[in-house]
Structures are given as C-alpha cells and as structure tokens.
C-alpha cells in the first residue's frame, strides 16, 4: 500500500493502525468505566507481551512466522484478567475495556489480510481478484485471477458492529461488553469458516480448528455465567445451545464440498504422481475417483465421481487445482470421458 508517497507493508502497517485503534478503544472505555489510567497502562502493556510471546512460541514451534487470532485473543484476555485480579483492580471492567480493545485491532487487522490476500474468502461470482504479487506472498497459484468472497472485509465490518455494541454497553453491567464481544465473534467467525477459502485450516471430524475453538469458547462463557460469574447468562446458554446444534450440520455439509478447503488439502495429499505404465486410482473422502498417468508427453488425470456425476464446473476448477499441484508448460485441457468421467490433460512436462 502507498502512504504519502512511499510503498509500504500492507498487513504490518494495518496492524501498527490496528494496534494504534486498539490502545485508544481501551484508554477510551477506561476513562468511560472511570478505570485507573496507570492500571490501564500496565495491563495494555501486559497484552501487548502476551501478544508477542504467542507469536514468538508458535514460531518456534511452527517454524515460520504464524499469526493465528483466536490464540491471541484467548491468551491476551486470560493475561490481563489475571494481571487485574493480581493486582486488586476490578477485573470485569477491564476485561471489558480489553475485549473491545482487541476487537478494534482485529478490525484493521483483517484489512490488512484483505490487502495482503490471506484468510481470503472462496471462489465467488463477484469479489475480490488476486495477481502474482500475492502468489508470491503465498496464494496459491490456482487462486490467481479468480474472484474470491472478500471475506476479511466481511469478518472487518462483523467485528466492528461487535465493538460499537460493545461500547453502548459500557453503561450496563460490567462484563457485559466483554460478553457480548468473545460469544459475538465466536458466532459470527463459526459461520464465516464456513465461507473462508484458504488451504490452512486444520480439521478434526467435519469442523475447522477455529470452530472448535467457538464451541470451547461458547461453552465456556455459559458455564462462567450460569455461575453468576458473568451478566446475561440465559442469552450466553442460548448462543452455546446454537452453536452446539449448528456443529453437526457444518460437518455435515463439509462432507460433501468437493471444493472446500479440506477437500483440496486431501486432494493434495492424495493426487497419484503421473508414471508410465496403468495408471493409479486413489478415492477421497467425497467419493471423488482421482487417477494419474502418462499420454506421449503429456500428464493425463481421469476425475470422476462414486455417486453421482461430476459437474463441468466442478472438474474445470479441479483441473486448475491439478496444474497448480503439478506444473506444466501448457495450460490444462478438460475433455468429457464416459461414464460422467473427466480427463484433465497437462501440457508438454518441462524437461528435467
């Protein structure tokens, strides 16, 4: 991005913006909730080391620089609960200075993303359109020149509603704001990993890690509020009980998205190398039939479906996937076969 002239990190300067928002949301509802500033000072400081030190140990532990919100979120608001309680300042009114704080900086923080081309949304009718700069930064080359759901923006303008809600909260009982935002985003990012398009999502049993994390943090609140712990405790029953029913209707549906982001991940995994001789068959989890083999000098794969028929559309954005997985000089060719069955033909293979 170009400030006055100069060219400038997208995602680093959203996030130095992001960072500025955030120490203004927090002095801002401290001095509303009447909080002591120089209290307000160390605990932003002590939200700041958390920040870094979770950033710093899951690099180490990743092996490469890796921003994950919701372990910043989780950790920042643990950190400074327990620093106020430490210290005998009234911990809810902090948390609830701190919860829209943190809010304000995943705001321009996702902007940032936006900009930058990660935690993008799925392929779309209209969105936003990536180019070879952003592959070079890490979108995957399939992605380029495809419109994609804008889905950070999405999640910028969610986040922000969350936060002015918040703040016309901050009159209310303490924690209310605090509430509102942590099961708000829980929510609201539930239903946004369903839309997002990016291959790094972990999964376990039809859900991405992010939307476990929503039922632990969901759960979690109800628990603290149905003790007496939190204000509001019927609406927090209310928003785990959805979540809890929503769960296994998003596994569900995940099991037959062919092109979902757990599906192009196995699809990875599973792609048979083109060798000369019969051709290997391979089967993933939707039932798609995938095999890979040698034509003269071309690659040749044959996709096709167990149950059902294979879409046009559906084979023509797979055979994209399968020129991204395997490099060709050429673009990739889609031909119909028998039997609803599709056979992708690669260009001439580089020479080696």
């Known amino acids: 991005m170009r400030i006055a002239g100069r060219e400038l990190p997208a995602f680093r300067t959203c996030g130095w913006i992001g960072f500025a928002a955030g120490c203004a949301v927090a002095f801002g509802a401290g001095a509303r909730l009447d909080l002591s500033p120089a209290i307000g000072a160390a605990l932003v400081a002590t939200a ?14 990743a092996g490469r620089e890796l921003l994950v919100y919701y372990h910043h979120e989780i950790a920042v608001l643990t950190a400074v609960g327990l620093a106020a309680w430490a210290g005998g300042a009234p911990v809810l009114p902090h948390l ?3 919860a829209l704080a943190v809010g304000a900086f995943l ?68 924690g209310s704001a605090f509430g509102l935002y942590v099961s708000g985003y829980a929510v609201a990012r539930f239903g946004l990993e369903e839309l997002r ?18 039922l632990a943090v969901v759960s979690a609140i109800a ?26 209707l998003a596994a569900r549906r995940r099991r037959v998205d062919l092109l979902g982001p757990a599906h192009l991940r196995e ?61 060709a000089a050429g673009a990739a060719r889609v031909v119909d076969g028998a039997a609803g069955a599709y056979h992708v033909v690669l260009g001439r293979r580089p020479a080696a």
């Open 267 to 327: 699809i990875a995994r599973a792609l048979p190398p083109p060798r000369p001789g019969r051709p290997r068959l391979v089967e993933t989890s939707q039932g798609l039939l995938l095999s890979g083999g040698l034509a003269g000098d071309s690659e040749l794969y044959t996709l096709s479906r167990r149950r059902g028929r294979l879409r046009a559309a559906d084979a023509e954005r797979l055979a994209a996937v399968i020129l991204w997985l395997r490099p």
């Open 48 to 61: 700041v080391a958390t920040f870094l030190a979770v950033a710093m140990a899951t690099k180490i532990l």
């Open 197 to 214: 398009g990016d291959l790094v999502r972990r999964y376990r049993s039809g859900l991405s890690e992010a939307q476990w994390t929503s």
């Open 107 to 174: 705001v321009f923080g996702r902007i940032g993303c936006l900009l930058a081309g990660c935690c993008h949304g799925r392929l779309a009718r209209h969105g936003i359109v990536y180019g070879e700069r952003h592959m070079r930064a890490g979108l995957p080359e399939f992605l380029v020149g495809v419109r994609l759901l804008p889905l950070q923006a999405i999640e910028a303008a969610l986040v922000a509603a969350l936060v002015c809600a918040g703040v016309a909260l901050l009159d209310g009982a303490p």
């Open 96 to 98: 609830d200075a701190m």
């Open 223 to 248: 628990v603290v509020a149905l003790a007496g712990a939190l204000p509001h405790a019927p609406a927090h029953a209310a928003v785990a009980v959805l979540l809890l029913v929503a769960a296994p």
